[in-house]
């Protein structure tokens, strides 16, 4: 499917999209597999995540039938007039902001303003949105504060006393493995955020709405996705990292290994529940913050007035990039028609 006069506009939403998701959300999500293998070369690092991409990309395109946003875009359908300079607009702020350290919800930024000028196709898609993305921080944090509360005093303090001993290969593997499972989750939940913007073909199989994108797109994003993870690996994630590296012993193959296994269970479990987009950012940073705290009350590793200000700065942030999707979403299409959008 092509819409004629509106393909550059298509073209150019996807390649900020590309980039902005990938030096944002991807970070978030193998920013713990750079810290902890910060000594190995960046394109050994980048050809391991590139395999799994290649694995993922193909998967759903076999396996989902041509759709390798994994059902996230059922109910998000490509705009009848076409992709709009304002539909642009969202990942274009979304990299000014990556640039200044803020890790703001791409799910929002981005698919926000589809669903407000979807109309009736995307009627309620907003707030299945916000209460899908605001349980999966409420679980995040529960989950990550159940778990350290458990292991903090033992866990944490034993990687902290022996942080300068070697460790054994099968660390190595566990993290690697942790990682393989994590990245692969996250790419089935926020592959829609860029996919979002590629023309493709809506079919109806027992009476649900699926979509499919052609093998030549499947190519084309394949390649874009490969070369923004060449530079950002290269770069070694860039101002996002930055909160990473903030939490304590992120830098440790071992710790990192328990945070992408529990990141990676939290998404497998919500992808499983509805094809309805949600912020994978919510989940990443309600994990840190109930970690973070249990790290603080009760191995006593942080100070927990510092542990605090930590969680509620990330919080301020998320809330701040929720506002601006808000904005952008009414605001770009009524200053372009002059008709607000439907919610």
């Known amino acids: 499917m092509a819409i004629a006069g509106y393909e550059v506009f298509a073209i150019i939403g996807f390649l900020f999209a590309a980039y902005s998701i990938v030096a944002n959300d991807a970070i978030q999500t193998l920013g713990t597999f750079l810290s902890s293998n910060s000594k190995r070369h960046w394109t050994t690092l980048w050809l391991y995540a590139s395999s799994i991409i290649v694995a993922v990309m193909l998967y759903g395109w076999f396996v989902y039938e041509g759709d390798i946003a994994f059902d996230r875009l059922n109910t998000i359908p490509y705009p009848e007039t076409g992709i709009q300079w304002w539909h642009a607009l969202p990942p274009l702020v979304l990299i000014f902001l990556t640039r200044y350290g803020i890790p703001v919800s791409t799910t929002f930024l981005v698919l926000t303003i589809f669903a407000m000028t979807g109309g009736a196709a ?7 949105m916000l209460v899908k993305s605001g349980l999966g921080y409420l679980v995040a944090l529960a989950a990550g504060g159940f778990v350290y509360i458990l292991v903090a005093r033992s866990w944490e303090r034993w990687i902290s006393n022996t942080r300068s001993q070697p460790l054994g290969v ?7 493995a942790s990682t393989a499972f994590l990245w692969s989750q996250w790419l089935m939940q926020d592959l829609a955020n860029i996919f979002v913007y590629l023309p493709r073909t809506t079919i109806e199989v027992d009476g649900e709405t699926m979509v499919s994108f052609s093998p030549y797109l499947l190519i084309f994003a394949t390649v874009v996705m490969l070369a923004l993870h060449a530079y950002i690996f290269a770069t070694r994630g860039g101002e996002i990292q930055k909160i990473v590296l903030s939490k304590t012993n992120t830098t ?19 992808k499983e529940v509805s094809d309805i987009p949600m912020s994978t950012t919510w ?7 109930g970690r973070e705290t249990a790290i603080a009350y009760v191995a006593g590793l942080r100070d927990r007035m510092e542990a605090m200000k930590d969680v509620g700065t990330d919080i301020l942030r998320a809330g701040f990039g929720l506002v601006i999707s808000v904005i952008l979403a009414f605001g770009m299409p009524y200053l372009a028609t002059g008709e607000m959008p439907s919610f």
Not at 170 to 176: A, E, G, I, N, R
Not at 283 to 289: E, P
Request: proline fraction near 0%; aromatic fraction near 18%; charge should be negative.
């Open 283 to 289: 989940v990443f940073l309600g994990l840190l913050a």
């Open 122 to 128: 995307t009627e309620g898609v907003l707030g299945k």
């Open 170 to 176: 099968h660390w190595t593997v566990l993290q690697w």
């Open 252 to 270: 440790d193959i071992r710790a990192a290994t328990l945070v992408d296994f529990i990141y990676g269970i939290i998404l497998f479990l919500f």
